[in-house]
C-alpha cells in the first residue's frame, strides 16, 4: 500500500541551494523517501513559487540554473493544486484564535496535506503545527 508523504516548502529549497546550512541532509533525507516504491512525495503548487523567487533572489543561481532546479523539482514531486476551498480553510485556521496555526505559509501546507491524506509531514521547521498529522523533521538535534 502507497503512502503519501507531503514535503515542506523548505526541504525542497534546501535541497536546490547548495548553499543552505540544511542542502545535504534534506537532500539524503528526501532520496531516502524516493528509493522506496510505497511512498509518494508531494508538495504543493505554491511552493514551485516560493522555490522560484527564494532561488531567484536569495541564492547565487543565475535564471536558468533556478529553472533548471524548478524543473527537476516539478519532475520529482506530485503537485497538489491550491483551491479557493483550501485558501478559505487555511485562512480560517489562522484566524480561529484556538488554533495554533498562525503561519499561513505553514497552515496552506498543512491543508494540502490533509487534502491528499497524508500520512506524514516532511519538515524542517520546529515551529510547524500538525496536531492530527505524524510530522517527521529532518533537522539534526
Same mark, same amino acid.
Given at each position: 500500500?502507497q503512502?503519501?508523504?507531503?514535503?515542506?516548502?523548505?526541504i525542497?529549497?534546501?535541497?536546490?541551494?547548495?548553499q543552505?546550512a540544511?542542502?545535504?541532509?534534506?537532500f539524503?533525507?528526501?532520496t531516502?523517501?524516493m528509493?522506496?516504491d510505497? &511512498?509518494?512525495?508531494?508538495?504543493?503548487s505554491d511552493?514551485l513559487a516560493?522555490l522560484? &523567487?527564494?532561488?531567484a533572489?536569495?541564492?547565487?543561481l543565475?535564471t536558468?540554473?533556478? *529553472?533548471d532546479?524548478?524543473r527537476f523539482?516539478?519532475?520529482i514531486f506530485?503537485l497538489v493544486?491550491?483551491e479557493a476551498?483550501?485558501?478559505?480553510?487555511a485562512l480560517?485556521?489562522?484566524?480561529?484564535?484556538k488554533s495554533k496555526?498562525?503561519? &499561513?505559509e505553514?497552515?496552506?501546507? &498543512?491543508?494540502?496535506?490533509k487534502?491528499?491524506?497524508?500520512?506524514?509531514? *516532511?519538515?524542517n521547521d520546529?515551529?510547524?503545527?500538525?496536531?492530527?498529522m505524524?510530522l517527521?523533521?529532518?533537522?539534526k538535534?
Open positions: 500500500m503512502s503519501n508523504i507531503y514535503v515542506d516548502t523548505n525542497i529549497i534546501d535541497i536546490c541551494d547548495s543552505r540544511m542542502h545535504t541532509h534534506s539524503e533525507f528526501i531516502s523517501y528509493k522506496q510505497n &511512498y509518494e512525495l508531494f508538495i504543493n511552493t516560493n522560484f &523567487y527564494i532561488l533572489n536569495r541564492s547565487t543565475n536558468e540554473e533556478v *529553472l532546479k524548478m523539482i516539478n519532475e506530485t493544486p491550491i476551498t483550501d485558501v478559505e480553510m480560517a485556521l489562522c484566524a480561529d484564535s496555526h498562525k503561519d &499561513y505553514d497552515t496552506m501546507q &498543512y491543508v494540502c496535506a487534502k491528499i491524506e497524508s500520512s506524514l509531514i *516532511l519538515t520546529k515551529k510547524f503545527v500538525s496536531a492530527d505524524e517527521q523533521a529532518t533537522h538535534e
